[in-house]
């Protein structure tokens, strides 16, 4: 069994927002957004960035620095989990950040805004590359994860097993040192992974970002025979497309119930060509157990043979699950097929006659049999002369 998830290296290395921290140069004043998301709705805080008091900041329209709870900077790092961000190797690093314009294509065609933070000095020394983290806010990680076509319970269990702490909702805590107000942000590049899409390198080495939005896993199914004998094994079969980015597994699963009877078939008669063990993942509105299977990104064929000779005749359906590593799911396919009882043979009936019946010494006689009825197969009838 293979974890169920990895969060990737979420230090995305860009050019930093190289400004000098002690002197008061002006800002371009571009309307910006901090944090939005989707087909361009803001989740974060309009305004643009300037310079106020020796510090790089978001301004609102009177110049003032915005002041509604998520907007402040410079930043400093309290509290971290995000792969790259050492707390105690920043204890005094200085951050800044800047919006960074996401595009999204393939199956999502909208965009939005990340917190692009920087990490413009360390120690009082200047650092000008190979510092460049994107975030998210933690209030905007729903909106996020719709927008990524991400499952919520996958990757809000996936981030917060990796949290600062049990409880958490955030990969890293800056602060605001003039006011201590604390910022919790979400690593995107994780995020992104987890559910499982791509981030493309943007044409400039400050973006846009670009990410290839997956679509969720497809799936067909067909049935050996449509009609059988009990004791015949049925095969089904799955095929279809898995398009979570870099990933080597999926998950399927098969449930089978006697339509006719109520009855449902023990999984103990399915068996799954190719799987890699039992997995806790369960499909939505269904108990039905899965199996990992051997094969990720790009097409599969799962086979499933089906023993019958323990089940009662009737017709079946059988329903077929699958899901991506990322637990995104293809909506559910069902075949039917009929099973019925083996024919046993009505006993026929066995006559034989002599002529004469009655004669002397040396004379021939002549024995018929007759049989009329249905005949087993492989069956034959034999005439003994027990006379000697």
């Known amino acids: 069994m293979k974890k169920r998830w990895s969060v990737v290296a979420s230090a995305l290395l860009l050019a930093s927002l190289v400004v000098a921290v002690d002197q008061p140069v002006q800002v371009s004043a571009t309307a910006i957004t901090s944090d939005s998301v989707s087909q361009g709705t803001p989740v974060g805080t309009a305004g643009y960035l300037g310079y106020y008091d020796n510090n790089i900041t978001i301004l609102g329209s009177n110049g003032e620095p915005y002041q509604n709870g998520n907007s402040n900077t410079p930043f400093q790092l309290t509290i971290s989990s995000t792969n790259g961000l050492n707390v105690n190797a920043h204890t005094k690093s200085i951050f800044e950040y800047a919006p960074e314009q996401v595009a999204m294509s393939?199956?999502?065609?909208?965009?939005?805004?990340?917190?692009?933070?920087?990490?413009?000095?360390?120690?009082?020394?200047?650092?000008?590359?190979?510092?460049?983290?994107?975030?998210?806010?933690?209030?905007?990680?729903?909106?996020?994860?719709?927008?990524?076509?991400?499952n919520p319970v996958y990757v809000k269990d996936a981030e917060d097993s990796t949290s600062t702490a049990t409880g958490d909702s955030f990969n890293a805590v800056f602060q605001d040192p003039n006011n201590y107000e604390d910022f919790n942000l979400y690593d995107f590049p994780a995020v992104v992974a987890d559910s499982g899409d791509e981030i493309v390198a943007g044409g400039s080495p400050t973006g846009p970002i670009n990410v290839v939005v997956t679509p969720n896993p497809t799936a067909t199914l067909t049935v050996s025979h449509a009609s059988a004998t009990i004791g015949t094994d049925e095969t089904l079969t799955a095929k279809g497309k898995v398009s979570a980015y870099d990933t080597a597994y999926h998950y399927a699963g098969v449930s089978i119930v006697n339509t006719t009877t109520g009855i449902t078939v023990p999984q103990s008669d399915i068996t799954f060509a190719l799987n890699d063990g039992s997995t806790s993942l369960t499909p939505p509105s269904s108990?039905?157990?899965?199996?990992?299977?051997?094969?990720?990104?790009?097409?599969?064929?799962?086979?499933?043979?089906?023993?019958?000779?323990?089940?009662?005749?009737?017709?079946?359906?059988?329903?077929?699950?699958?899901?991506?590593?990322r637990d995104r799911f293809a909506p559910s396919r069902t075949v039917s097929f009929v099973l019925n009882s083996a024919t046993t043979p009505t006993a026929g009936?066995?006559?034989?006659?002599?002529?004469?019946?009655?004669?002397?010494?040396?004379?021939?006689?002549?024995?018929?049999?007759?049989?009329?009825?249905?005949?087993?197969?492989?069956?034959?009838?034999?005439?003994?002369?027990?006379?000697?």
């Not at 990720?296 to 009662?312: K, P, W």
Request: aromatic share 10%; net charge negative.
């Open 106 to 150: 393939v199956d999502n065609n909208g965009g939005g805004y990340l917190w692009h933070v920087d990490e413009v000095a360390n120690n009082n020394q200047p650092v000008t590359g190979s510092n460049g983290y994107l975030m998210i806010s933690n209030t905007s990680l729903p909106s996020w994860i719709q927008a990524l076509h991400g």
């Open 287 to 325: 108990n039905t157990p899965m199996v990992e299977m051997n094969t990720g990104y790009g097409s599969y064929t799962d086979t499933m043979n089906v023993n019958t000779s323990q089940l009662g005749a009737g017709n079946y359906e059988a329903t077929y699950y699958v899901s991506d590593y």
């Open 349 to 388: 009936t066995l006559t034989l006659t002599a002529s004469p019946t009655s004669t002397t010494v040396g004379t021939a006689v002549t024995l018929s049999a007759s049989y009329t009825g249905a005949m087993p197969p492989n069956s034959a009838i034999y005439l003994h002369d027990l006379s000697n």
